[in-house]
């Protein structure tokens, strides 16, 4: 991976006169995360975080840099090589009154905690009454040509799980509000941040307001009147590209939803939206075959059919691993051509 994409990030620090004088602060979509969590473990004792090297690395992209000074060995804690055992020492502290945050070094790894979080996390709740506040995030995502082993997508490996939330925010006023969120909700939430984001996007944030995102709100990122692209993550700005491309070639509006939470689903803003624009085209970056837009398209026949102006469509990555070498995780993953080319389809249907 290139030194771009690991390059250390800044402390929390204080705004410059001029955004002091505005009341707004530049901020990365990596830097809104470490103020989420910078914040909530200032105002909330119980919070801590712990995962593979966060401490005195900082984290393998510097999300945690500066942290363990702050606040010290017994809230940020380095653990060793083991999800399971992460996740479940964090399950265990979340049933002792604690708001543990389980970061997971990439998100591909989040893996071998599949059995606590499954089986035990998502489901204590159901059997004792009692809920496991906890939340686990992790770089998730491709465009970094790290790989099939740090560049995957797993949303659908939980999606069918009852009793998770799961988060994949795109802006980085997203990115703060949401984790903020998750962090107060009393059950599991899994948080995936897209690390092709992390440096890119860039937002003014206010300085001294709270912000809290609640979960199960979809977004409109753009408005549109003729097609609605519904979508998440960094797929969002591949769908706003091809949006302004349409707009500008063939005259068309094409809105795009960004779903912001994938459970709980906000089934009803989508709904909404295809009944205005008769024309639905769904984006993610995971494979094909069993991905969320499976399920988002069976909702939407469930509750919009008589609304269709044309068949549902979906652009996805391929069902193959994540390639390597860089022309072929382009080819992978979803392009903007590939969004224009299904909307003018479905435009023209």
Known sequence: MSDSKIESGRQNRPPTGQEAERGTKETTYLEAIREAMWEEM??????????????T????????????????????????????????????AAHMGFKPIAEMQFIDFIAPAFDMIVNFAAKVRYRTGVGAPLVIRGPCGGGAHAGPFH???????????????????????????????AIRDPDPVLYFEHKYLYRRIKEELPIDEEIIVPLGAARTHRPGSDLTIVTYGAMVYKAEEAASRISEEDGA????????????????????SVKRTGRVLIVHEA?????????????????????LDAPIRRVTALDTP????????????????????????????
């Open 42 to 55: 200032t105002t909330d004792p119980t919070v801590f975080l712990l995962g593979e090297d966060v401490g």
């Open 151 to 181: 560049s995957q997508n797993v949303e659908s490996y939980f999606a069918n799980v009852a009793g998770l939330k799961m988060v994949a925010p795109a802006t980085a006023r997203d990115a703060k509000g949401l984790l903020r969120a």
């Open 253 to 272: 509006e094409l809105e795009v939803l960004d779903l912001r939470t994938l459970r709980p689903l906000d089934t009803s803003t989508i709904v909404e």
């Open 57 to 92: 690395y900082g984290g393998a992209f510097k999300i945690t840099e500066g942290f363990l000074d702050e606040f010290g060995p017994e809230r940020i804690i380095d653990t060793p090589i083991s999800e399971a055992a992460i996740v479940g020492a964090a399950i265990g």
């Open 287 to 307: 494979p094909r075959f069993g991905g969320f837009a499976g399920e988002i398209a069976s909702q939407i026949c469930e509750e919009a059919f008589e609304w």
């Open 322 to 349: 994540v390639p390597f070498a860089p022309p072929l995780e382009e080819y992978y993953l979803p392009q903007t051509a590939d969004i224009v080319d299904a909307a003018r389809w479905m435009l023209a249907y």
